[in-house]
């Protein structure tokens, strides 16, 4: 087991009806005055975010709103609520929403600690975090893990860059993790979230490091789990159950818990970040659609691991080590084609791509080919360009 150094201090509020305490909480963190942010309208829908205001009335704090985060939330919108917040004064934001609503309120709460710095300096590395404002969240979807995770995740707009920033002060003061919120999610949601899930358990499994054994068995309890609930939520959306555990996967998958005493992979998650930025295709789909040609032009630098998964998560005990690991992939993907997720670029919707744009998103990936990204096998512009031509059908 590596060193390593855990702290993740976000408070966590579960269960029915936990969006109640969400004034106690804001107070708690020396709230007063609360810039809200929200997506494209769910909330405004089933509610909640007309909820969550009189619950904020009435516990005597005063807020402004901004809405319109979209899916991959984009750089201009979380400037503009820099703007604003600081207009308003604010001195915690809420974010009402899943992973791209809680990324753009980190993203203004940098904004809004670190007046004049354009906020995109501190993810293309021009400028570092050093103090933010609070960020509390009432979560609707389980699948980014935002709600305690140190990341954020933007689109840079003028550029089709899609980059996240690791930094301690990205984890949340505070997140109230209700299931019954996310039970109007359409089931396409629930896939995409479930994916996205796995797979940041996945990204900590498949590393350099081995001889983990407790950081092995959480991860693959879990993916377990995501896997034994998602199918169960296929069924009815509004098993609360169901819906408890994966919105608690979620949040335990990418608060660092699933890859403690070793280093991070990611290879998935940085093609995929490209197909997002290109495409603008929904998170959980651009990774289901590269991860399986990920293992399988990798999987030879390791088969024991890959055949150590497949027993532990899929029970295969069969056949040789290089048949077990390749069970394990085709089970893996078996499990997002049942649940409806892509594993090719036609099946995400973007159809087969020439050879000029398989460059182009590898040059995006790699830095023009400066750099490798990824640790269980180091992926430079020709392996990115590999793997992306193996989903290209
Ligand atoms: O925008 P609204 O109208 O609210 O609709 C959203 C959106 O269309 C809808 N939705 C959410 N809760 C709902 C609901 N619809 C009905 N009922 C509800 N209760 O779901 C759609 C997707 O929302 P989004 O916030 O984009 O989903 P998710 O939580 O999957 O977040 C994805 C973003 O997070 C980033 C991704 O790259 C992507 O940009 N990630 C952030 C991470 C982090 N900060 O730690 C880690 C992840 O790896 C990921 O990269
Ligand atoms: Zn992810």
Not at 29 to 42: A, E, K, L
Request: net charge negative; hydrophobic share 40%.
């Amino acid at each position: 087991m590596q060193e390593f150094e855990f702290c993740c201090p976000t408070e966590i509020v579960f269960g029915r009806g936990a969006e109640s305490k969400v004034a106690d909480k804001i107070r708690k963190y020396g709230g007063s005055r609360v810039y809200i942010v929200y997506g494209g309208g769910s909330v405004v829908k089933n509610g909640l975010l007309a909820r969550v205001e009189r619950i904020l009335t009435a516990g005597g704090l005063a807020f402004e709103v901004l809405g319109g985060v979209q899916p991959n939330p984009r750089l201009n919108l979380a400037r503009e609520g820099v703007r604003e917040a600081l207009l308003f004064g604010a001195n915690i934001i809420l974010a009402v929403g899943g992973g791209s609503v809680i990324d753009t309120a980190k993203a203004i709460a940098h904004g809004a600690a670190n007046e004049g710095t354009d906020i995109w300096d501190f993810w293309d590395g021009k400028a570092k975090v050093e103090k933010s404002l609070p960020v509390g969240t009432v979560l609707t979807i389980p699948a980014a893990g935002s709600e305690s995770s140190d990341s954020a995740v933007l689109t840079n707009e003028e550029t089709g860059k899609k980059a996240g920033l690791s930094t301690p002060f990205n984890r949340p003061a505070f997140s109230i993790l209700n299931p019954e919120l996310a039970f109007t999610l359409p089931k396409e949601q629930i896939a995409y979230g479930a994916s996205d899930i796995i797979m940041h358990t996945l990204e900590r499994y498949f590393t350099p490091v081995d001889g983990n054994h407790f950081t092995d068995l959480i991860a693959e309890a879990l993916i377990r789990n995501v896997m034994q609930q998602t199918k169960a939520l296929m069924v009815s959306r509004k098993n609360y159950d169901a819906m408890s555990e994966l919105m608690w996967c979620s949040t335990v998958s990418h608060n660092g818990v699933t890859g403690l005493g070793r280093m991070k992979d990611f290879a998935a998650h940085k093609l995929g970040h490209e197909l997002s930025g290109k495409f603008d295709v929904p998170h959980g789909a651009s990774l289901t659609t590269v991860w399986g040609s990920w293992a399988r032009y990798v999987y030879g630098d390791k088969p024991e691991r890959f055949a150590y998964f497949a027993e532990q998560v899929f029970g295969v005990n069969s056949g040789t080590t290089e048949e077990r690991a390749r069970a394990g992939i085709r089970n893996m993907e078996e499990f997002f084609h049942e649940i409806g997720m892509p594993l090719c670029f036609t099946e995400l919707g973007i159809g087969v791509q020439k050879e000029t744009m398989i460059e182009y998103l590898a040059n995006m990936c790699t830095a023009g080919g400066t750099k490798t990204v990824a640790t269980f096998h180091p992926l430079d512009k020709q392996t990115v360009m590999e793997i992306y031509r193996m989903a290209n059908h």
